[in-house]
């Protein structure tokens, strides 16, 4: 008998680099979508996609790209982005992409250290690439994709296709398993970015590890949203949908994804713990003024889901009244939100309260926290849909090995773990030791089953000043569970008496807050100030201290007037808090909180 669909599909994971999974899944699937817009503005299948990527592929050749050198990439989500990154790694060249929020400076920076001389950037990128480019002075083509844009620039159209005699093969067959794919620079909480060198065998295993626990099924669709430079959307919408044949369908606007969930259905959908928070807060309001029966089908379920979380059996009336909620509304809900196809829903980047946790599980949806870093290609712990333990990042993930520390800090093992950094021995020595293992710089503990719980970084665990060691980081997370009107919090303790924080009020929930509170057309900024706003930060404050050990509890606060932006002074652009930077800026009001 021949093979099925699903079978050849899986012909690319006996690939071994990534330009040959390309070619397998185009063999296989040359009909299938494979990029697309909300629209179908541009619909893509694989023949096409590689036929289009062939044709840059010969067109950057002809310009001198070759085996080894590096391009990089300053593009939002969309198709441009997987046919640039495709065609560069079809002749053996390394892509790496640059935030869209990076300063000249930074670009200048991640620009030299990879060593790059082509740059293929959107128009809306270009004077923030033209302002870094009196520091590149080995930059000698950039490629504009809307078109050229004077005579220091190149348009997209003039190099696809420039060379219609380009014969790609020799190339992506010259590739081997040691050549770096990719370059994800790191996003810089602590000091410059760093270069992680990821080669082909690096991804063909996260590949292996990531599909051994989520079991993609044929035809798999996902939506492309996060940023391009992140390890996340790379491995997510990138590499997996490039093995498997999925279906990608790209979203230019981050903020918009919301929308995107019920256009597409995702098989898979990912995403940072602050767009479920926004969702759940959103979705609760709404559920908890529909009555008394939806109040009583949402307490059922939640109680069923921690229940069973503790190993305890579920009374038969509990599992009835949740039972009946799920077929009167909470499946019709998951079909609303559009996860109601989804075989799993993860969160990652930072922790995730554990009420947004349970209340999805709750719902039905089968949200779980995973880790990851971009020194193991985003692969590392995650929860199994059908196992999830709430609290935990799930157990190793298979091909990869974790252990502890003498001090509790996670160390992980296997060919997921990158070559080293780009042009730093030393700080690639001092992660990677002489057996192999990654030191993470995360502590965590190991429970009996293997599920891995991620403490906080090792750099920034607070010891109080009567010596007592606390996570930030779980502290903060337990207040934005209390509260949906706090946005982002900054946790102060390390070496002081008690602890405080910076809060930020969420953009989307404090002015709805202030509209029913009657405070009309005041900005974040005013807000701060306003008395029903700082009631309801405090009732917040109140309800997660009553969650934490007396010694963790937050003393005071500051409202910090506006936002924290992604990409700014005070978040990375994948909404890590820089601690340092922060303490920095508002040293102020830190002290006053101390006075």
């Known amino acids: 008998m021949g093979e099925t669909t699903a079978e050849m599909t899986r012909r690319s994971l006996g690939a071994r680099t990534m330009t040959e999974a390309f070619r397998l899944t185009v063999e296989d699937n040359a009909d299938r979508v494979a990029m697309r817009t909300q629209h179908d503005e541009v619909r893509l299948t694989w023949a096409e996609l590689r036929d289009r990527v062939d044709a840059l592929a010969g067109g950057l050749a002809a310009r ?49 250290d990879a060593g790059a001389r ?29 078109g050229a844009r004077g005579d220091d620039t190149l348009g997209w159209a003039d190099v696809e296709g420039a060379d219609p005699e380009f014969d790609p093969e ?42 051994g626990i989520i079991h993609f099924p044929d035809g798999s669709r996902v939506i492309s949203w996060l940023p391009a430079a992140h390890i996340a959307e790379r491995m997510a919408h990138h590499y997996l949908p490039i093995v498997f044949g999925m279906t990608v369908t790209t979203c230019p606007n981050p903020r918009e994804i919301v929308a995107f969930l019920p256009a597409v259905k995702p098989t898979w959908f990912f ?40 190993g305890e059996p579920v009374p038969d009336a509990v599992a009835a009244t949740a039972a009946e909620g799920d077929e009167q509304l909470f499946a019709g809900l998951r079909a609303m939100l559009g996860l109601d196809e989804a075989i799993a829903v993860n969160a990652g980047a930072a922790p995730t309260p554990r009420d947004v946790l349970v209340f999805f599980n709750a719902i039905g949806v089968p949200l779980a926290e995973l880790w990851g870093m971009s020194e193991t290609c985003g ?42 950094y780009r042009n730093r ?20 503990q190991i429970d009996d089953d293997g599920y891995i719980a991620i403490v906080d970084r090792k750099k920034e665990i607070i010891i109080n000043a009567a010596g007592k060691n606390m996570s930030p980081a779980n ?121």
């Open 64 to 112: 001198g790209v070759r085996r080894g050198d590096t391009v990089a990439l300053m593009l939002g989500n969309r198709p441009e982005f997987a046919i640039a990154d495709l065609a560069a790694m079809t002749l053996g060249a390394t892509p790496f992409s640059i935030y869209q929020t990076f300063t000249p400076a930074q670009i200048a920076y991640v620009f030299g």
């Open 271 to 310: 995403a940072v713990p602050r767009i479920f928070e926004k969702l759940k807060a959103g979705l609760e309001g709404h559920l908890r003024t529909q009555g008394d029966q939806t109040v009583a089908w949402l307490d059922a379920a939640r109680r069923r889901v921690e229940l069973e979380q503790a």
């Open 475 to 595: 502290i903060e997370s337990t207040m934005k569970g209390a509260g949906p009107v706090i946005g982002h919090i900054c946790v102060i303790g390390d070496r002081r008496p008690y602890n405080t924080a910076l809060i930020v009020l969420d953009s989307d929930f404090a002015p709805a807050l202030a509209a029913r509170a009657g405070i009309e057309g005041k900005s974040l900024e005013e807000l701060a100030a306003e008395e029903a706003i700082v009631a309801a930060v405090q009732a917040a404050v109140d309800a997660g201290n009553a969650e934490l050990a007396r010694v963790e509890q937050l003393k005071k606060f500051t409202i910090v007037p506006g936002d924290w932006a992604p990409g700014g002074e005070e978040l990375t652009p994948t909404l890590k808090l820089k601690r340092k930077p922060i303490a920095e800026r508002y040293a102020a009001e830190i002290e006053a909180m101390y006075g």
């Open 118 to 146: 082509v740059a293929i950037v959107e128009e809306q990128f270009l004077e923030r690439f033209r302002a870094a480019r009196a520091e590149l002075p080995a930059l000698e083509l950039v490629i504009v994709v809307e």
């Open 170 to 211: 020799p190339h992506w067959r010259a590739v081997e398993p040691e050549d770096v794919a990719t370059l994800i620079y790191t996003s810089g909480t602590t000091g410059p970015p760093k270069g992680v060198q990821i080669v082909h065998r690096n991804l063909l295993a996260g590949v292996h590890a990531a599909d």
């Open 425 to 444: 021995p030393e700080q690639t020595a001092e992660a990677l030791d002489a057996d192999g293992w990654l030191h993470t710089g995360d502590i965590a």
């Open 379 to 420: 692969i590392g712990a995650v929860n199994p849909p059908e196992r999830i333990k709430i609290g935990t990042v799930g157990p190793a993930s298979p091909g990869v090995e974790a252990a502890l520390a003498d001090d509790g800090e996670l160390l992980i093992r296997g060919d997921v773990v990158m070559a080293g």
